[in-house]
């Protein structure tokens, strides 16, 4: 069980630190995203004497860290875009030395780093029309001024800095009165023998009215820097890798949250630093609506543990490997697809579905001989919503379930799960999707995939239109049933899929009288696309027959899609 101690030490000890190699950051840290004004912002609330909120520390040591555990050293040196924010930067990946490296920053990164960045590192500003990769850069300095009267803030302004504290990269037109912050680390200052006549010489050129001024910023900064224990921090001992980026992700708190798979990337770059660029030549084509997620998880699916979602060495190491393998696998799995009409990019935004045929299509060369139980597969997941909720338990279900298939996905293996079995109940449950309902969406695309044409934009209408029963109730229906057609109105078996300009033509228009407009071979077609029995009646009037007829036809018709 981890163990938790509070404790807090000065700025300069914790740079000290950083300097030594004593602090290092866990490789899934994100990059340095600060900007140039939050720098100055944060020197800013110290001198206001502000907090600067409470710092997360992981204790490394010879029991919670492994030689494939892999850290970042702290920036020295950063550029700053024209925009004044961070260039993104690669962290130099390396192991640690326990003997020397105890501690790894898990919250308070950003501070830290601009802090280290201000006192022991280098600034550079890459001028406005200059591209990233050509090395043009001029130096900058964070300056505070010790002139009272040269300083305009602004009261009315929310959240604006009370000193003037701001990076500069006029270094041959410094004002004489203003005072670079790192050179509150020269020894003359450092010296309490010495420290008042640096502070003197240092204002020298400040006018009498803004001495005393100048003199206090000096003196609140030394004590800021150098006595008062401003690095308030929780340390955490004897935890593993796998709870420290647990806690990370909760923890974090500066800029924008982080997600879980944000993460678990970072750290497997840690393993393979050229993993995103080989993502990309995979996120092309029809995978190109897919993201980095959708690698990731497929990799945990098929290497590690698809619940506990941690990336590891082995993972890491078995996915580069057998990179070609990988992908050679979602490449089948877009070909079977292919086989039933169907196009993977269809799954961009759900591609949870498609893991289980990863996982069959990878270990199972002759996959294509269960086309017929992949496709049951596929639409029961989607019918019947299997992975709403409990994704990963879910995903990590069907992996063991097809290992005691033998590797296979059947009709059998799906008939002995809850989750998965036909059932009258579930069945029904499909028919009483509404219009405009994810799943009443899915079932009209999967029925009519044998007629529908992909580069055609397809809606879902009304047969009977629903303005239809707003109006005043056929003479021959009573109250209550004109009140059950009304809320069957938006059910399935009242609706259709129909090309949008035809949509669009057909608007409000009775379906009888849509019909009747129609010639012979138009109407042979709409019974056919549209699933309605040749001998019902199309009159409002009959609203009930035609919904129970088309109900039970859809029923067999959903039925059949499943099995």
Same mark, same amino acid.
């Given at each position: ?7 807090? +030490? ?36 110290? =001198? ?33 875009? $024209? ?18 490296? @105890? ?28 591209? #990233? ?17 040269? +300083? ?14 701001? &990076? $500069? ?9 203003? &005072? %670079? =912050? ?67 992700? #909760? ?83 877009? %070909? ?33 001989? !269960? ?30 379930? +097809? !290992?005691?298939?033998?590797? %296979? +996905? ?13 059932? @009258?109940?579930?069945? %029904? ?24 044409? /992909?580069?055609? /934009? ?30 069957? #109105? ?10 949008? #300009?035809?949509?669009?033509?057909? $608007? ?17 077609? &709409? ?37």
């Amino acid at each position: 069980m981890s163990r938790l101690s509070d404790s807090s +030490i000065t700025i300069y000890e914790a740079l000290q630190n950083i300097e030594e190699g004593k602090y290092v950051m866990p490789a899934f840290q994100r990059q340095f995203v600060w900007g140039m004004e939050q720098i100055e912002k944060l020197w800013d609330s110290i =001198l206001l004497d502000y907090p600067i909120a409470t710092f997360l520390f992981w204790n490394v040591d010879q029991s919670n860290v492994t030689g494939d555990t892999y850290f970042c050293n702290f920036l020295s040196s950063v550029t700053f875009d $024209s925009r004044k924010q961070a260039d993104t930067a690669n962290y130099e990946l390396t192991g640690i030395n326990v003997e020397d490296t @105890d501690t790894a920053v898990l919250d308070g990164q950003q501070r830290l780093t601009s802090l280290f960045l201000s006192l022991f590192g280098e600034a550079n500003l890459r001028p406005k029309n200059a591209r #990233r990769n050509t090395g043009d850069r001029i130096l900058t300095k964070l300056l505070i001024e010790l002139n009272k009267n040269k +300083i305009a803030v602004d009261e009315e302004e929310y959240n604006s800095k009370k000193f003037d504290i701001k &990076f $500069s990269d006029k270094i041959g037109k410094l004002s004489p009165t203003q &005072f %670079e =912050l790192k050179n509150i680390l020269d020894d003359n200052f450092r010296d309490e023998t010495t420290r008042e006549s640096a502070i003197e010489e240092a204002i020298v050129n400040v006018p009498a009215d803004s001495k005393d001024y100048a003199r206090d910023i000096l003196n609140k900064l030394y004590n800021k820097i150098f006595t008062e224990k401003l690095i308030r921090y929780t340390e955490i001992k004897d935890m593993k890798q796998d709870d420290a980026l647990e806690m990370f992700v #909760r923890f974090n708190s500066g800029g924008k949250a982080l997600r879980k798979s944000e993460i678990t990337m970072s750290i497997l770059e840690a393993y393979w630093p050229s993993a995103k660029t080989e993502f990309g030549k995979i996120l092309v084509n029809s995978y190109d609506k897919f993201d980095t997620d959708f690698i990731i998880r497929a990799a945990l699916m098929l290497y590690g543990d698809v619940v506990k979602s941690n990336i590891n060495k082995k993972i890491a190491e078995n996915l580069k490997n057998d990179w070609e393998g990988f992908k050679t696998a979602l490449f089948n799995v877009e %070909e079977l697809l292919k086989e039933m009409k169907i196009d993977v990019s269809r799954f961009a935004n759900s591609w949870n579905v498609l893991l289980p045929i990863v996982y069959y299509v990878y270990y199972n060369s002759d996959y294509k001989k !269960n086309l017929k139980a992949v496709r049951s597969y596929l639409l029961r997941a989607i019918f019947f919503t299997y992975f709403q909720s409990g994704t990963t338990g879910k995903l990590q279900q069907m992996k063991s379930n +097809i !290992n005691s298939f033998d590797y %296979e +996905i059947s009709i059998e293996m799906l008939d002995q799960m809850n989750d998965l079995r036909i059932t @009258d109940g579930k069945i %029904e449950d499909i028919l009483n999707m509404e219009k405009g309902s994810r799943v009443a969406g899915e079932v009209m695309y999967y029925l009519n995939l044998d007629w529908t044409n /992909k580069n055609f /934009k397809y809606e879902q209408d009304h047969l009977h239109p629903d303005n239809r029963f707003n109006e005043a109730k056929p003479v021959s229906v009573s109250i209550d049933n004109w009140k059950t057609w009304r809320g069957n #109105r938006n059910r399935l078996p009242n609706l259709h899929l129909l090309e949008g #300009r035809s949509n669009g033509s057909k $608007s409000d228009m009775r379906l009888i009288d849509y019909y009747n407009d129609m010639n012979d071979d138009q109407k042979k077609d &709409f019974h056919n696309q549209a699933m309605i029995a040749n001998d019902v009646s199309l009159e409002i009037d009959d609203f009930d027959v035609f919904y129970e007829t088309r109900k039970t036809v859809l029923a067999e018709k959903i039925q059949m899609l499943l099995k």
